[in-house]
């Protein structure tokens, strides 16, 4: 049993002694105390199905055996930098990584986060074309350092310093987006701003196949590879930023750009590669690396022996317990049920995602989508007193976000969509 501090107490120091730029989720916060799998328990030993591990760290399940294990083995066995020394953890790692890429993506750059990793690209992408002029879509998250501030298109995201360089486009949002489903007309508007907004040439573009903070947006069916040809031929790189859709999350593929055909210069990855022990990488191709030797570049722990031999552990895991075939199988079957709650409950106005990176989009009218963000606090702390966690996102807060560990199943599935149906009858 737990012995430890109650959660009003934990509350009343973290106002004290933590920033409060970022409360805790519920009216009543939870004081999480234990993870296994896809259940998490708090102070009371009360447990929680975490239909929402997935966006911070967790793709096998908390605290799975075999990555605990290796995180263990690894830390009485040597922690230190590999900057400096060979060692067999980041080298494994780095070669089983870049096994699950396609082409000449192979050459692999470890930080601590996502931030760092997408930092990293954009600077490569910069020295490579020698541009400074990169382009982002609107809506998207990318980061909050210097330049990932820069991409990242949100405002409640952004500080007012100094951010330069980046040309956001229009998102090209099915649901919401000016043009529907039309990926080429997008596509149009970064010709556009080239044209308009820049010299011609451009460093590059970055962007998420399915915008995961921005509240679960795929992005229309023809876009990516329009803009990879439009920015290409400017001269640019085209970076996949995968911290969210990659590592088999999406289910059909083991990462997001697939599904739409392309294959991009770089490739960031950042949360679940862990597991929960903190690892960023930016994998892209020799060439495109050696603008790096032009100075020494380091990061400490960037790729040091514990995470990395998280990472493997967690590519094992993934492989050996089939974890994308699952993520497509059981986030198929809870889409379409989520899908069929819609003819039920007006408030939802779009269902979304791939494998299990789904939303629930909840609108006040369907006709005028107006964002329903009070309704869709009430269900997200009713769902938790039941027992089920989901997350908010999107740009109007009014998106239930569903990103469960892999190893989720189709009884939790029916679980959580049996939540939400009654919490959202009772609204
Ligand atoms: N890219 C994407 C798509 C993300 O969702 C996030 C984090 N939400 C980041 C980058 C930044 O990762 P980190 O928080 O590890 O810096």
């Given amino acids: 049993p737990y012995n430890g501090p109650s959660a009003s107490d934990l509350l009343k120091r973290r106002r004290e002694y933590l920033p409060t730029c970022l409360g805790p989720f519920y009216h009543n916060p939870l004081n999480l105390v234990e993870g296994k799998m896809q259940y998490l328990f708090d102070e009371n030993g009360r447990r929680y199905l975490d239909a929402f591990g997935g966006i911070a760290t967790v793709s096998c399940g908390h605290c799975h055996p075999d990555v605990v294990e290796a995180i263990v083995n690894q830390t009485r066995l040597l922690q230190h930098t590999t900057v400096v020394y060979l060692n067999r953890a980041v080298i494994d790692f780095a070669e089983a990584l870049a096994s699950k890429l396609p082409g000449e993506l192979k050459v692999v750059f470890f930080t601590n986060s996502g931030t760092e990793a997408n930092e990293l690209a954009l600077m490569i992408a910069r020295l490579y074309s020698g541009c400074h002029d990169m382009i ?5 998250y990318h980061g909050n350092g210097a330049a990932t501030m820069n991409a990242t298109a949100q405002n409640f995201h952004k500080f007012n310093v100094v951010q330069t360089g980046i040309h956001h486009v229009l998102n090209p949002d099915p649901y919401r987006g000016v043009f529907g489903s039309d990926g080429l007309m997008y596509a149009k508007d970064v010709q556009d701003i080239i044209d308009y907004g820049t010299s011609g040439r451009v460093a590059g573009i970055i962007a998420e196949a399915i915008q995961g903070v921005g509240g679960v947006i795929e992005v229309a069916p023809g876009y990516l590879p329009a803009v990879y040809g439009i920015v290409r031929k400017a001269g640019g790189l085209c970076i996949a930023d995968e911290v969210q859709s990659g590592f088999g999350r999406t289910g059909s593929y083991f990462w997001g750009f697939e599904a739409h055909g392309v294959v991009p210069d ?5 949360k679940g590669i862990g597991n929960g022990a903190p690892i960023g990488a930016v994998v892209t191709t020799p060439q495109i ?3 790096l030797t032009q100075r020494t570049y380091f990061s400490t722990f960037g790729g040091n022996p514990v995470s990395t031999a998280a990472g493997l552990a967690v590519l094992r895991v993934i492989e050996k317990e089939k974890l994308q075939e699952n ?10 049920r989520l899908s069929l709650l819609m003819e039920k409950h007006e408030i939802i106005g779009d269902v979304r995602g791939r494998g299990m990176l789904l939303g629930v989009e909840l609108v006040k009218d369907r006709e005028l989508k107006t964002p329903a963000k009070a309704e869709m606090l009430e269900i997200m702390e009713q769902m938790k007193d039941m027992g089920v966690l989901v997350g908010k996102g999107g740009f109007c807060g009014n998106v239930i976000r569903i990103t469960p560990p892999l190893c989720f199943t189709k009884e939790d599935s029916d679980f959580v969509v049996d939540v939400m149906d009654y919490a959202m009858s009772k609204m």
């Fill in 289 to 291: 690396a050696k603008v």
């Fill in 136 to 140: 982002s879509i609107r809506n998207g």
């Fill in 266 to 270: 770089i490739v960031t990855v950042a």
């Fill in 327 to 336: 993520a497509f199988m059981v986030g198929s079957y809870l889409k379409d």
